[in-house]
């Protein structure tokens, strides 16, 4: 790996590691053990910020970027006030969560004004799963840009898998990567054409709001990092210098087992929780994102790409014991035969003629419209979708409500319950899932929010 060299990128570094900075924690009334009230004031809005050391104006939660962390316990009752402070139409989608997509639930379709107000309200069913979710904003053509102008937010559910001791016992830290483009004066760019067809990036790359932060680890201790892919397109292929992961989450919470793994992709949309041991001589340690190339319009890609340091893992002091992982986190359920096996064809079509205009996203050669039913299916059953991906760039696919399994080789599914799967140029992706509790209409997109603004999203209706 080519100027990957720990010790002469330290020596290069400019200045200290900044420190790590927890995000702020919304809780509502203390939940009780069960059906307590998490209730909170959310405003998003655009204002000057400070993000990694320099100034810039976001659109932000609350006057933060990343948002609050919202915190919740299954069988909770959730209350958002939210207000719209921007001057433009938005609206809040809650990532994951196993909840109604209808009402002023997890509805995608709902659209808040400029100064206007809704109050969300849900309930986490009893058995909803622990995990690490998010929220942020869902509009279709407003999407991309809101979120990548800061819109995001850690919505926590605690439960089985944070009751396991040695999980317990790790330090926890939450930790979202957003992507910023922004100019001289600190003001996020409009992208042109190109630029949304590839899917906007931004060279400012920031954890939980800041440049490399520095992430404290006990010598023979062990962290948990909950990891969150904010950003609209860019995929993240971490890794951390001389250390592996342990992943124990995916998407949708718990694995059976924890999972060793030596770097970790994360593309948009998605999460992992990870234990990191401190196993190492007592040092610095780099958290990387190391190149990836999710295939481009033809005239994009090639060319060398950096090597970004996203934190630095600081070793400080020595922990009094060291704590085993668990050999096993929680089961995940196998699903049974699906009733069906509907296809997904992924298309990027240039539009012969389109004078000055662009590219279609479709699934299944259509482009979105929120007023057409594209996929209905029945309350209950099991399904297969199989997502076929003939074109150039890698297509992150995600699904609404319903978590699922991807399905092997072998024709078995998971075991992990996700809600967004990669879905590489030139390959198909069969996931499981089981359409349960709710009945409506909810979204399944491509993640690369760009896609999704420019079409590359359908609407499934469940129905009795
Ligand atoms: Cu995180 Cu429909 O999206
Ligand atoms: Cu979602
Ligand atoms: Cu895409």
């Known amino acids: 790996m080519p100027g990957w060299n720990r010790r002469r990128l330290l020596k290069t570094a400019l200045g200290l590691p900044v420190v790590f900075r927890g995000l702020p924690r919304l809780r509502g009334a203390e ?3 069960i059906g307590g009230l998490v209730e909170l004031d959310l405003e998003a809005k655009q204002q000057w910020l400070d993000v ?7 659109y932000a939660f609350n006057g933060q970027v990343p948002g609050p962390i919202v915190e919740a316990r299954p069988g909770d009752r959730i209350r958002i006030r939210f207000r719209n402070g921007l001057s433009e139409p938005t609206n809040l989608h809650y990532h994951g969560l196993h909840i109604p997509p209808t009402g002023n ?3 995608s379709f709902l659209m808040i004004p400029p100064g206007e107000s809704l109050t969300y309200e849900f309930t986490l069913p009893a058995n909803h799963p622990a995990g690490t979710f998010w929220y942020h904003p869902h509009l ?6 809101q979120v990548s102008r800061g819109l995001a937010g850690l919505f926590l559910v605690r439960g089985e898998l944070d009751a396991i001791p040695e999980i317990a016992s790790a330090q926890e830290y939450s930790l979202v990567l957003q992507d910023f483009d922004l100019d001289s004066r600190g003001v996020p760019r409009e992208p042109n054409m190109m630029q949304r067809m590839q899917g906007r990036e931004g060279d400012l790359i920031t954890m939980n709001g800041l440049s490399s932060p520095a992430i404290p680890i006990r010598k023979d201790g062990q962290i948990r990092l909950r990891l969150l892919n904010a950003s609209s397109s860019r995929f993240y292929r971490l890794r951390i210098e001389e250390h592996t992961f342990h992943q124990i989450a995916s998407d949708g919470g718990a694995l059976p087992v924890p999972l060793e793994l030596a770097e970790l992709l994360l593309v948009p949309g998605e999460r992992a929780e990870v234990i990191v041991e ?5 040092d610095t340690y780099r958290l990387v994102n190391l190149p990836y190339n999710r295939g481009g319009m033809g005239m994009m890609g090639g060319g060398r790409l950096p090597v970004d340091t996203l934190a630095t893992l600081v070793y400080e002091g020595k922990a009094e014991q060291s704590v085993r992982l668990p050999e096993r986190l929680a089961p995940v359920e196998t699903l049974p035969p699906p009733a069906a096996v509907r296809t997904f064809v ?3 079509g240039m539009g012969m003629g389109m004078m000055g205009g662009g590219m279609n996203f479709t699934i299944n050669g259509r482009t979105f419209r929120a007023d057409r039913v594209d996929t209905r299916v ?5 399904e297969d979708w199989e997502f076929v991906n003939p074109a150039t760039m890698d297509h992150p696919m995600h699904i609404h409500t319903n978590p699922f399994q991807v399905v092997n080789r072998d024709g078995s599914a998971g075991p992990a319950w996700k809600d967004v799967v990669l879905v590489r140029a030139g390959s198909r992706v069969r996931v499981r899932t089981r359409f349960q509790d709710f ?3 909810a979204m399944y997109h491509c993640h690369i929010l760009d896609h999704e603004d420019l079409g590359m999203m359908g609407v499934v209706e469940i129905v009795e």
Request: positive net charge; aromatic residues 2%; without cysteine.
């Open 31 to 33: 939940p009780g053990p």
């Open 52 to 58: 990694a050391g320099g100034n810039a104006y976001l």
């Open 105 to 107: 639930a997890d509805n």
């Open 140 to 145: 279709h053509q407003s999407a991309a840009r």
């Open 278 to 282: 401190g196993s190492r001589a007592p």
């Open 346 to 348: 992924l298309g990027q």
């Open 378 to 382: 029945r309350l209950g059953s099991v």
């Open 439 to 441: 009945t409506g209409k």
